[in-house]
């Protein structure tokens, strides 16, 4: 149920995270240390999940890709985070915390790659993406993200710096999430 949020650039993520604390889940927003490529963590705080995530890339749609990622590991992994203490996305696990499943589950939920298929031919034309976008009730930045990932994927096709004016600021997303 969290895709329609993601169209509320401002409000959106904030009351998702709200509700996620009503059930038990903590999220806040940190930013990024400068000597890492963390885009989130997974806790255990007082016996309930706790997720960070971080501004790395400061993209929209990449805070909630790793929302969703990281609560995978709080679905999924939870007993195996508490043991260790904590888990580190982008970190080399030992403790064989599947990584590529918790992408998987997160670019699955939000733009997969049937969605690329379809979209791919008219990527130019904004009118289409943003028709798109609403019928998937996603933020359109999320399909010219989903593309950039499977163009790059699939192809080779380098477009990471292309389409940037799409992308919301994520200081608008992330306002009421940061301890600081």
Not at 48 to 75: G, Q, R
Not at 111 to 139: C, G, L, W
Request: net charge neutral; glycine share 4%; charged share 20%.
């Amino acid at each position: 149920k969290m895709k329609p949020y993601s169209q509320d650039v401002e409000h959106g993520l904030f009351n998702v995270c709200r509700s996620l604390y009503n059930i038990g889940v903590t999220v806040i927003v940190q930013a990024h240390l400068v000597t890492s490529q963390y885009r989130g963590a997974t806790f255990v705080v007082n016996d309930k999940p706790c997720v960070v995530l971080t501004d790395l890339n400061k993209m929209y749609p990449t805070l909630w890709f790793a929302l969703l990622h990281e609560l995978y590991h709080v679905l999924f992994d939870l007993d195996t985070v508490n043991k260790q203490g904590y888990h580190l996305t982008g970190q080399p696990d030992l403790f064989l915390v599947d990584e590529n499943a918790a992408d998987h589950f997160a670019q699955a939920y939000f733009f997969d790659e049937k969605m690329y298929r379809q979209i791919a031919p008219t990527i130019h034309n904004e009118y289409i993406v943003n028709s798109y976008a609403r019928k998937h009730s996603i933020h359109p930045s999320f399909v010219y993200r989903g593309f950039q990932y499977f163009v790059s994927e699939r192809e080779g096709k380098d477009y990471w710096k292309a389409f940037s004016q799409h992308f919301p600021r994520i200081d608008l997303a992330t306002r009421g999430l940061s301890p600081l």
